[in-house]
């Protein structure tokens, strides 16, 4: 060597510097601009400050007091959330065989396909407000938007895993001469079933956790008592509902882990 | 599993399962239609709604047709904002998060009550929904996107800071031992043999956030968050039915939008 | 001078893993440690830069007693002391020229290692290194990009990178394919003379090991029991070290016991 090296920089992750400064330059510029015009009214947020002390002052201690209502209110929610569950698989599994792309035809295909992505892509929230609209308050709009919510997890990913079987087996039982039902049932169900009852398993959990959240919108279950709650400002009342919601989902979690393990 | 029946005699017989997987199978079908027809028959609805909700659905579906592009400029206005909670949201929870994902994490934590805090943080800020959020900070900070915001945000850090411990969890301890061997100071061996491996994980769960985020965000209006769930609000309050199947389409395509910008992140940084 | 004495470490409740061993390395020999393994070599290698806590006993570094020091002072300590690993424990996502300067990240700043604006000295020192071992052209390369026998070059490189008073090698070539392997203890062995470096190695392969060593020390079940040059080391002294399983080992402690 015959010049003496003592510098080094690290090779920069974009190399061109001209596309490298001005994402910088964009990224701050976003930032900095959305943060300025947020509609901050300081006056407002101050006076949130008092609010917060009187709701958590007025939370606190939390009140069991009504706990006919939560009870009920948590039994609602799970049967809507187990009528949703069977329900969504029911309709998840031919579903799922429509949007498999080893399975199905191409324009099945591409209708299981926009199927789920419909299902997938509106918040429960959204699905909940539309079916209160259409079929009345209660626990039946609750039911069927999470039977929507289910599909649009449980048929993706099984119709993943339909994807990927073991084809062999398929042709195998073509070969047999089988037909198309009979083939389903032999090379492809045995394939899938562990997968469908983990789903359905992690399904239940999940669709308690929204069954709690669209009955806030009309729907239903233990959100429209704590919306209740709330809209009364018995803040007392809406903590302990939390409470015991956060305590119910952090069980159901445990449960559902434990059995989807067990069964794997 | 073993089987723990003896050989029978005659091979003529066969099953699939043995008589113990048997009976817990049908148990297992037996409980389930015991808690479905719990649920079916206990449940609080007026069965006749039902009867009548596909034509119900149908005619709202009908009433919905065509959508009326009319107001497109404040719904695009809307989704604007909706974008903006959420990525405002998600930045700052990501930077938030950090702090919690190092003292949750089994190995990097520094004694165990700063575990316990940062456990509690991460469980409390996951088990309460977004929309649980937003009523409360509606009602501190008023309608509006700052309360939106704050709410994604608090939602958003248990999730990220959950993950980014796993991630920190499962690093590989090798290089730290080679930088403690080193005599590095604790926060150099943080920054050299901890930050470049959880590095890919950490984008990754940033972008998975946000694409997640923008979908909460399309929500947060119904409880008066700001954000396109105003407009749909509104829309739905006023029977304006052509308007929110504007919204709902403006929605969807919000969504794949986000679906098709995080997987161009995700390939473009992984 | 390195001088080990009296050093012994038990994990737990169990047998002692070291026990009693006593051992000096000065001047710029090379010292492969063999034996079976669960002999002790790796557990006695990291007891010296306290990887490993030893349980009592004395580490002695030119004057600088290990055992007592506490954390801050073992962190300057650990500077003196170089590392080489079996797995190379390299940061994988960082380029070559990072992982070499980690090296030295007992000595710069905080800012400097978060800016990786390295000291114009160390960056010198590091591609008077790289050349010297002939990687100095994959400075800007990642580590995770090199094949085997590089990435322990690097490994080699950080740790001279502190200017150590010794280098302690942990089965160096154990991951590697024979010719590099020989490559590596040929290195090794050149280095000790050049930097006027004490060598410690662990290791496995005993037909490389009296290849390229000036001594010899052969461990089994955490004593010394065989400490000569490499030409004394013959058939009965091999089978003396490596005889045996560590459990029969314990069971005939038990039984004298």
């Given at each position: 060597m015959s010049e003496v090296r003592d510098t080094w920089r690290k090779p920069p992750f974009i190399a061109s510097p001209l596309l490298r400064y001005g994402l910088y330059a964009a990224v701050a510029i976003y930032f900095v601009f959305t943060?300025?015009?947020?509609?901050?009214?300081?006056?407002?947020?101050?006076?949130?400050?008092?609010?917060?002390?009187?709701?958590?002052?007025?939370?606190?201690?939390?009140?069991?007091?009504?706990?006919?209502?939560?009870?009920?209110?948590?039994?609602?929610?799970?049967?809507?959330?187990?009528?949703?569950?069977?329900?969504?698989?029911?309709?998840?599994?031919?579903?799922?065989?429509?949007?498999?792309?080893?399975?199905?035809?191409?324009?099945?295909?591409?209708l299981g396909r926009g199927i789920i992505?419909?299902?997938?892509?509106?918040?429960?929230?959204?699905?909940a407000i539309i079916f209160v609209k259409a079929v009345g308050f209660g626990p039946f709009a609750g039911a069927l938007t999470l039977v929507v919510y289910s599909i649009g997890f449980v048929a993706k990913l099984l119709a993943e895993r339909i994807e990927e079987i073991d084809f062999g087996q398929v042709e195998a039982m073509r070969a047999a001469g089988a037909g198309f039902i009979p083939t389903l049932a032999y090379a492809v169900m045995p394939q899938i079933m562990p997968r469908l009852v983990g789903l359905g398993i992690y399904q239940l959990d999940s669709n308690l956790r929204a069954s709690a959240v669209v009955g806030i919108v009309g729907a239903g279950g233990i959100g429209a008592t704590l919306a209740n709650a709330f809209g009364r400002y018995d803040y007392d009342f809406a903590l302990a509902i939390t409470m015991v919601i956060v305590g119910v989902i952090l069980v159901s979690e445990a449960v559902s882990g434990f059995v989807r393990k067990r069964i794997a | 599993m073993m089987s723990t029946q003896p050989l029978q005699n005659t091979l003529d017989h066969w099953s699939r399962f043995t008589l113990r997987q048997r009976l817990m199978r049908y148990g297992g079908l037996a409980l389930t239609l015991l808690v479905v027809s719990w649920a079916l028959s206990s449940i609080d609805v007026i069965w006749a709604w039902v009867w009548d909700a596909p034509s119900q659905m149908g005619d709202l579906f009908g009433r919905m047709m065509p959508p009326d592009p009319s107001n497109l400029p404040s719904i695009l206005e809307a989704i604007w904002q909706t974008v903006n909670i959420a990525t405002l949201a998600t930045?700052?929870?990501?930077?938030?998060?950090?702090?919690?994902?190092?003292?949750?994490?089994?190995?990097?934590?520094?004694?165990?009550?700063?575990?316990?805090?940062?456990?509690?943080?991460?469980?409390?800020?996951?088990?309460?929904?977004?929309?649980?959020?937003?009523?409360?900070?509606?009602?501190?900070?008023?309608?509006?996107?700052?309360?939106?915001?704050?709410?994604?945000?608090?939602?958003?850090?248990?999730?990220?800071?959950?993950?980014?411990?796993?991630?920190?969890?499962?690093?590989?301890?090798?290089?730290?031992?080679?930088?403690?061997?080193?005599?590095?100071?604790?926060?150099?061996?943080?920054?050299?043999?901890?930050?470049?491996?959880?590095?890919?994980?950490?984008?990754?769960?940033?972008?998975?956030?946000?694409?997640?985020?923008?979908?909460?965000?399309?929500?947060l209006g119904l409880v008066g968050a700001g954000g396109i769930g105003m407009i749909l609000q509104g829309a739905i309050d006023t029977f304006n039915w052509p308007e929110v199947s504007m919204v709902l389409l403006t929605i969807l395509a919000l969504v794949v939008f986000g679906e098709v910008v995080s997987s161009y992140l995700r390939k473009k940084i992984l | 001078?390195?001088?080990?004495?009296?050093?012994?470490?038990?994990?737990?409740?169990?047998?002692?893993?070291?026990?009693?061993?006593?051992?000096?390395?000065?001047?710029?020999?090379?010292?492969?440690?063999?034996?079976?393994?669960?002999?002790?070599?790796?557990?006695?290698?990291?007891?010296?830069?306290?990887?490993?806590?030893?349980?009592?006993?004395?580490?002695?570094?030119?004057?600088?007693?290990?055992?007592?020091?506490?954390?801050?002072?073992?962190?300057?300590?650990?500077?003196?002391?170089?590392?080489?690993?079996?797995?190379?424990?390299?940061?994988?996502?960082?380029?070559?020229?990072?992982?070499?300067?980690?090296?030295?990240?007992?000595?710069?700043?905080?800012?400097?290692?978060?800016?990786?604006?390295?000291?114009?000295d160390d960056i010198r020192h590091a591609y008077e290194l790289m050349e010297r071992v002939g990687i100095a052209h994959y400075a800007n390369k990642r580590a995770d990009e090199l094949s085997g026998g590089e990435r322990q070059r690097v490994g080699v490189v950080r740790a001279l990178m502190?200017?150590?008073?010794?280098?302690?090698?942990?089965?160096?070539?154990?991951?590697?394919?024979?010719?590099?392997?020989?490559?590596?203890?040929?290195?090794?062995?050149?280095?000790?003379?050049?930097?006027?470096?004490?060598?410690i190695i662990n290791i496995h392969n005993v037909t490389e090991a009296k290849e390229y060593s000036d001594r010899i020390v052969g461990m089994r079940y955490g004593r010394i029991i065989f400490d000569d040059l490499p030409a004394q080391l013959g058939k009965a002294e091999m089978d003396e070290i490596y005889a045996g399983v560590p459990a029969e080992d314990r069971a005939q402690v038990g039984a004298a016991a």
């Open positions: 943060l300025v015009t947020l509609p901050i009214d300081w006056d407002r947020v101050a006076d949130g400050m008092t609010r917060a002390q009187r709701i958590f002052s007025g939370a606190f201690p939390p009140s069991f007091e009504r706990s006919g209502l939560l009870i009920d209110g948590f039994l609602e929610s799970l049967k809507i959330a187990i009528l949703a569950t069977v329900g969504g698989i029911a309709l998840s599994v031919p579903l799922a065989f429509m949007a498999a792309s080893n399975i199905s035809i191409k324009p099945i295909y591409f992505i419909v299902a997938r892509s509106f918040h429960p929230v959204i699905v | 930045m700052i929870a990501v930077v938030v998060s950090l702090p919690v994902a190092y003292i949750a994490a089994q190995n990097t934590t520094p004694n165990k009550a700063a575990l316990w805090v940062g456990r509690f943080i991460l469980v409390s800020s996951r088990s309460v929904n977004t929309i649980i959020w937003a009523l409360l900070f509606v009602a501190i900070f008023g309608p509006g996107i700052v309360a939106g915001i704050v709410a994604i945000m608090f939602r958003s850090i248990g999730f990220l800071g959950k993950l980014l411990g796993e991630a920190i969890e499962e690093i590989d301890r090798k290089p730290v031992e080679a930088l403690e061997a080193c005599g590095a100071s604790r926060f150099k061996v943080v920054l050299y043999g901890i930050v470049p491996q959880v590095m890919p994980a950490f984008f990754a769960v940033a972008i998975l956030r946000w694409d997640i985020n923008l979908r909460e965000s399309t929500v | 001078m390195l001088k080990i004495s009296k050093l012994t470490k038990r994990y737990g409740s169990g047998d002692p893993v070291l026990k009693e061993l006593d051992l000096t390395v000065e001047g710029d020999q090379l010292t492969s440690v063999i034996g079976s393994s669960g002999a002790g070599k790796s557990t006695l290698l990291r007891c010296i830069n306290r990887l490993v806590e030893p349980t009592s006993g004395s580490v002695d570094l030119n004057g600088t007693e290990f055992t007592t020091l506490n954390r801050r002072e073992l962190r300057a300590a650990r500077r003196r002391i170089g590392m080489v690993f079996q797995s190379f424990n390299l940061i994988d996502r960082l380029t070559v020229m990072e992982n070499v300067q980690s090296g030295r990240l007992g000595y710069i700043s905080t800012w400097a290692a978060l800016t990786r604006r390295y000291p114009r502190q200017r150590p008073e010794i280098l302690l090698a942990d089965e160096p070539t154990a991951s590697l394919d024979p010719k590099t392997s020989e490559q590596i203890m040929s290195l090794l062995r050149d280095l000790a003379s050049e930097l006027k470096l004490p060598v």
